[in-house]
């Protein structure tokens, strides 16, 4: 009875409550909550903290910045969303924090746009620095060896190099970002190539047009670390799969190199196989696979992983 009594009264506070219901949409960094919130770093920092240690919330410390999102599980878990529920969206209160959201959702958009558009014309060249591309490349082709691909969705596609590597295994393939300057490189390398089975579109990956698929195949090559809620990026990239769709997913293991973050306009430091397997699981699908390609240019390098998520199987999980 102490431990409900200790998750209630953490929720039964105005200013958690707020928290909980922005949580509900997405991850956020304490720095975000503290604009949209426009209170002190400190204060939220502590409600925050009683949250979590209820068990309402769940924290990933990530270098010098935290992420919280709403706990996966356990009692905490099924009261905060309960509660969130019942929260009324059109409150004033709400409405302001989800102007404020949105508003935060759109400075960070803006700021990577900025970032894509400046570095359009060396993009390739900037991702192969510190990152065992060749052997990462080899992997994704070996993946989808042999399988008939009817549609292939590059969500992020930027330059278009997964839609040239991948040609010989899809039919039809459609690149998706909101970049037009990494667009316009794309068209000209696919024209280049002679890809006429393949086109890039303008969207924003983060509110996806599922009228695009539905796909056989969705890739996302080096795109979920500019993204504070990876897992809802990824809920975004399951609603266009067909029935038995795969998604491939490349992104860094999870490091402390803060400069992609303040000079490269990283969200977020790498991924962990346990987030991954908590998102793919929020989604209705199961990480099938995952191989990690550690940086052989200098210590202290980035490691790659690549993931295969699929519907889940009865089998055992494979992990390389």
Not at 222 to 228: A, I, P, R, S, T
Not at 274 to 280: F, L, R, T
């Given at each position: 009875?102490?431990?409900?009594?200790?998750?209630?009264?953490a929720?039964g506070?105005s200013t958690?409550?707020?928290l909980?219901?922005?949580?509900?949409?997405?991850d956020?960094?304490v720095?975000?909550l503290t604009?949209?919130?426009?209170?002190?770093?400190?204060?939220?920092?502590r409600?925050?903290k009683?949250?979590a240690?209820?068990?309402?919330?769940q924290?990933?410390?990530?270098g010098?910045?935290?992420?919280?999102?709403l706990?996966?599980?356990g009692?905490?878990?099924?009261?905060a969303?309960?509660l969130?529920?019942?929260?009324d969206?059109?409150e004033?209160?709400?409405?302001?924090?989800r102007a404020?959201q949105?508003?935060?959702?759109?400075?960070?958009q803006?700021?990577?746009a900025?970032?894509?558009?400046?570095?359009a014309?060396s993009?390739?060249?900037?991702?192969t620095?510190?990152?065992?591309?060749e052997?990462v490349?080899a992997?994704?082709?070996?993946?989808?060896?042999?399988r008939?691909i009817?549609?292939?969705?590059?969500?992020g596609?930027?330059?278009?190099?997964m839609?040239?590597?991948?040609?010989?295994?899809y039919?039809?393939?459609?690149?998706v970002?909101?970049s037009?300057?990494?667009l316009?490189?794309?068209?000209?390398?696919l024209?280049?190539?002679?890809?006429?089975?393949?086109?890039?579109?303008?969207?924003d990956?983060?509110d996806l047009?599922?009228?695009?698929?539905?796909?056989?195949?969705v890739v996302?090559?080096?795109?979920?670390?500019?993204?504070?809620d990876?897992?809802?990026?990824?809920?975004?990239?399951?609603?266009?799969l067909?029935?038995g769709g795969e998604?491939?997913?490349?992104d860094?293991?999870?490091h402390?190199?803060?400069?992609?973050?303040?000079?490269?306009a990283h969200?977020?430091?790498?991924?962990?196989r346990?987030?991954?397997?908590?998102?793919?699981e929020?989604?209705?699908l199961?990480?099938?696979?995952v191989?990690?390609?550690?940086?052989?240019?200098?210590?202290?390098?980035?490691?790659?992983?690549?993931w295969?998520?699929?519907e889940?199987?009865?089998?055992?999980k494979t992990?390389?």
């Open positions: 009875m102490s431990g409900l009594v200790g998750i209630l009264k929720a506070e958690r409550l707020r909980l219901a922005l949580l509900s949409d997405g956020h960094s720095k975000d604009e949209i919130l426009d209170q002190s770093q400190p204060r939220v920092s409600h925050l009683l949250l240690d209820a068990g309402l919330v924290r990933h410390a990530e010098a910045w935290a992420y919280y999102g706990a996966p599980s009692h905490g878990a099924e009261l969303r309960w969130v529920e019942r929260i969206n059109d004033p209160g709400r409405r302001r924090d404020r949105a508003a935060a959702f759109a400075a960070q803006a700021q990577a900025a970032y894509f558009a400046q570095v014309e993009w390739d060249l900037l991702k620095l510190h990152v065992p591309e052997a490349e992997a994704l082709l070996e993946g989808i060896s042999g008939s009817d549609l292939l969705v590059d969500l596609t930027g330059t278009g190099r839609l040239e590597l991948l040609a010989p295994a039919k039809r393939a459609i690149g970002d909101s037009r300057e990494m316009s490189v794309a068209r000209s390398r024209s280049a190539a002679g890809l006429s089975q393949a086109q890039v579109r303008l969207g990956i983060a047009d599922i009228t695009i698929g539905p796909a056989d195949m996302i090559h080096q795109v979920l670390h500019y993204f504070d990876p897992g809802r990026m990824l809920a975004q990239a399951r609603r266009l067909k029935a998604i491939l997913i490349v860094f293991a999870p402390d190199l803060e400069f992609l973050r303040t000079e490269h969200r977020r430091l790498g991924l962990s346990e987030q991954m397997n908590g998102w793919a929020a989604t209705g199961e990480v099938l696979s191989k990690d390609f550690p940086s052989k240019t200098r210590e202290g390098g980035l490691t790659v992983c690549l295969h998520l699929g889940p199987r009865n089998t055992d992990h390389d």
